[in-house]
């Protein structure tokens, strides 16, 4: 089990350092909470798979595709990881490398408004019990 975690995290970090234009353009934009304060990680690691972008508390995951999703081998390899990573409890987005770079801002207010806020409001944070 540490072995398969030790080789995810290196992966994830082999695509953050090769990512492409498109990804990056895109991190870019929600990085450092700049979309509605929303937190996003990269290229990270949910179950047996590496995601583009996600938000933990958003329950969202973006996928950017390039023309190499076009065959109907990858569409449904896309289609058998949207299962899983539904399974986890996630929405999947998928979005073109033409849509971020033709329509940036279209793909922000897509992934704004389908972001899923988390049960407690930030403010609530959390609670801390006394013990006797």
Known sequence: MKNNMQRFKQ???QLRASQTSAEARLWQALRGRRLAQWKFRRQHAIGKHVVDFVSLDGKLVVEVDGVTHSTEQELARDQDRTRVLESFGFLVV???NVDVYENLDGV????NRTLRPSPLPPEVGYIRLRSS
């Open 11 to 13: 992966r994830s970090r």
């Open 94 to 96: 998928r979005v073109t």
């Open 108 to 111: 922000l207010e897509m992934i």
